[in-house]
């Protein structure tokens, strides 16, 4: 029974030495940062993307045809957001500004608020969201800029209720952004939260 009390002993000391050291500090393993990588991904030629036709916050026309030769993001955003949009606008400046001057992608961000499309508000989010002359806004009628959202397959709605006896308007929407390559072609569709790096890698495997 001693013998037997003993080698019990033994086995429980070594499995208490084992499970010690599993549980050491140091070999603690911590989850790996989630990968915030396209959730689509498409070859050269393959996809065209959607042209339209539309005005830029200088009152010029605007369109991926208009730029082509040059890759393109092309968003969806809401200039009086103050929820998503923002964060989703400052990455895509982060992006950009990691490329030479001679060889940023342009950003065209269509609508999905037309009553908010002012020049004012346009000059308000520049500033607060760090925006350049990289960034393009694309606006139009309704009916115009509805047409572009299903081409790209972005949900819009428009949510409204009384606070106080004041009526409130939200916008609620899908935050995709695609890349565009120099041909017009769909390359890659980003859903937010994505990271800075995650769009340049893409645009870069471009070339």
């Known amino acids: 029974m001693w013998a037997a009390a003993l080698g019990i002993a033994v086995v429980a000391g070594v499995t208490f030495a084992v499970l010690h050291q599993r549980n050491a500090p140091a070999a603690i393993q911590y989850p790996a940062a989630p990968a915030f990588t396209a959730a689509a991904s498409w070859k050269a030629s393959q996809r065209k993307a959607p042209d339209f036709q539309l005005t830029d916050q200088r009152g010029a026309p605007i369109s991926i045809a208009r730029m082509r030769g040059r890759p393109v993001i092309v968003t969806f955003i809401d200039p009086l957001c103050r929820n998503l949009c923002p964060l989703e606008a400052k990455v895509l400046m982060q992006m950009v500004h990691r490329f030479p001057a001679a060889q940023r992608p342009a950003i065209?961000?269509?609508?999905?608020?037309?009553?908010?499309?002012?020049?004012?508000?346009?000059?308000?989010?520049?500033?607060?969201?760090?925006?350049?002359?990289?960034?393009?806004?694309?606006?139009?009628?309704?009916?115009?800029?509805?047409?572009?959202?299903?081409?790209?397959?972005?949900e819009v709605e428009t949510l409204s209720k009384v606070v106080a006896g004041v009526k409130v308007v939200s916008v609620v929407h899908t935050e995709g952004s695609y890349v565009i390559d120099k041909s017009g072609?769909?390359?890659?569709?980003?859903?937010?939260?994505?990271q800075a790096a995650d769009v340049e890698k893409t645009i870069r495997s471009l070339s």
């Not at 393009?136 to 790209?152: D, F, H, I, T």
């Open 108 to 154: 065209i961000s269509v609508s999905v608020n037309p009553p908010g499309d002012t020049r004012e508000n346009y000059a308000l989010v520049a500033k607060h969201w760090g925006l350049d002359a990289d960034w393009y806004w694309a606006a139009g009628p309704k009916p115009q800029l509805a047409a572009v959202w299903r081409k790209y397959q972005i």
């Open 185 to 194: 072609y769909e390359r890659a569709l980003f859903l937010y939260p994505f």
